[in-house]
């Protein structure tokens, strides 16, 4: 076994946990950033944000979070947003799964919402991390 297969699982848990610690609870509400298997590429292949989705889909809640990236301008996830504000508009917590350069040039835009930052490119305060 990989150190990086239980990785999914891991963050699905700490969404959770950050979830019940902010007084959240709809799923619907959670948005996950990146889709690309690294920053800055169009190439979707060994994604860990497709692994979670599809672990969240086999315990019946994967069709419910949105999931922005953008260079993946086509559909090829439920509830996949296509406008970095329309995302953010539509999540309570954004969780980082992809250090892409238009998230890093738009930090900002995540004031007042629960952060979970997997890459450690977030400073702002209260943002949660592995």
Sequence with gaps: MKTNDGMP???LNRIYEIMKQEGLTDISRVGLYGLTYK???DDMRESPTLQMLEFMERHLCG???KVYDPFITEDEVPNQMHNLD???DSVDIVVLLVGHDE???NMDKLQGKVVFDTRHICNNEGTYRL
């Design 86 to 88: 329309e995302f953010l």
């Design 9 to 11: 699982d891991f963050v």
């Design 39 to 41: 920053e800055n590429v």
């Design 63 to 65: 069709n419910f979070v």
């Design 103 to 105: 998230i890093k040039q």
